[in-house]
């Protein structure tokens, strides 16, 4: 019952003040809805990494520098790789070898960057991709070889409104023409634009050059040991799917602290308003508290409740903090579904807690200097105040 009265008079001194409480509550609310937006970039590419890239690509993808060369300036891998991984393809378990030329073109506006993706014809589009398939016209076929012609992911032809038939410039000097469109798969593919490897080569000027070697395996159980054996043989970087999910974890992770450091001022802001509200709070109350002990309540009482307060407040500015973060979820998703066909944000439940939890803790700190303040009213001081 102790406990239950506390919660009762802590949530009566707060609703004496509405306005300072309710402002006090929105400063926590916008400073957690920050951090939940933030954070959630972070869950969302994860989750986008591991269910879309981890069952699509190559087993092995074997380049010169490592997982930065797909976004090198320009391909720098000799073409004579293809020959050296084939002549160990027997004794390796390889099944398949892909040559790939990437090329990036920017923008300002991101809905108009494409990644141009190079791969033989004859193998074509499902040689590195298995999944994908037509929506409109035909995937690229042995014929394509040399011509300027493209298979377009479906994002990528909504963004750059391409249709069959319609022509897409490389450059200043080459353009391709759209043969076909892709159903929408995943949020890789949907982006990429893809190109008989020898035109891009000629367009690019990348002749004899590539990006990057895919290597599928007879048994994928078996990537790690086969990329060990093609790296040491081949003095070349040589990474499995596994591999490029925990360089994606790392990744993440530095991001997330960067973004929780940006957060982390809105916080510090959030908790500094809360501790203003309380500290006013305790001071326009000292009648109030030196009354409370004097019909018995101990200090540690008094502390009690002017921390009941400060959590209060930050119990309620969380929960609307994190509704408030999941509208801000909402339209980050909206903007990249547009953009990439991916859904860039998601609030998880460890997001959850977290939010949960800082936004307690934020309370309890702030509330740590007004408890003890409220806890060392003298009774005769504190009556004697008109």
């Known amino acids: 019952m102790k406990t239950l009265d506390l919660w009762q008079l802590a949530w009566r001194g707060l609703t004496r003040r509405p306005v300072r409480t309710v402002l006090t509550a929105l400063g926590i609310t916008v400073a957690v809805a920050s951090m939940v937006i933030f954070l959630s970039l972070g869950e969302g590419l994860r989750q986008v990494f591991t269910s879309e890239l981890g069952g699509i690509g190559p087993d092995i993808q074997v380049s010169l520098n490592g997982f930065t060369q797909g976004l090198a300036p320009s391909?720098?891998?000799?073409?004579?790789?293809?020959?050296?991984?084939?002549?160990?393809?027997?004794?390796?378990?390889?099944?398949?070898?892909?040559?790939?030329?990437?090329?990036?073109?920017?923008s300002l506006d991101p809905s108009q960057s494409v990644v141009f993706y190079g791969l033989p014809a004859a193998q074509g589009v499902n040689a590195v991709f298995p999944k994908v398939t037509a929506a409109q016209g035909r995937l690229l076929s042995a014929a394509d070889e040399g011509k300027p012609v493209a298979v377009v992911g479906a994002k990528a032809a909504s963004n750059l409104k391409l249709k069959i038939g319609s022509e897409l410039r490389l450059n200043r000097r080459a353009s391709v023409r759209v043969t076909g469109i892709l159903n929408p798969e995943s949020g890789l593919t949907d982006s990429f634009i893809f190109i008989p490897l020898s035109t891009i080569q000629q367009d690019i000027g990348a002749q004899g050059k590539l990006s990057l070697v895919a290597v599928k395996l007879n048994d994928p159980r078996t990537a790690r040991k086969v990329a060990t054996q093609l790296a040491r043989t081949l003095n070349l970087e040589a990474q499995t799917q596994s591999d490029f999910l925990s360089f994606v974890e790392r990744a993440l992770k530095i991001s997330d602290a960067v973004r929780f450091?940006?957060?982390l001022i809105s916080l510090i802001v959030g908790g500094l308003a809360v501790a203003n509200t309380v500290m006013m709070g305790v001071f326009e109350r000292t009648r109030e508290f030196g009354t409370l002990r004097a019909i018995g309540a101990r200090p540690g009482f008094v502390r009690s409740l002017v921390l009941t307060e400060s959590l209060l407040l930050a119990l309620v500015g969380g929960a609307f903090g994190i509704l408030l973060g999941l509208v801000g979820i909402w339209g980050v998703n909206l903007y990249t579904q547009n953009l990439a066909g991916i859904d860039a944000a998601a609030l998880t439940p460890r997001l959850t807690l977290l939010a949960f939890g800082i936004s307690l803790l934020l309370g309890l700190m702030a509330g740590l200097l007004p408890a003890r303040t409220a806890g060392n009213t003298v009774i005769t001081d504190a009556l004697g105040r008109a």
């Open 75 to 106: 391909p720098n891998l000799s073409d004579t790789t293809t020959a050296d991984i084939q002549k160990l393809a027997p004794s390796l378990g390889i099944s398949l070898i892909t040559p790939v030329v990437m090329s990036l073109r920017t």
């Open 261 to 263: 450091g940006i957060s």
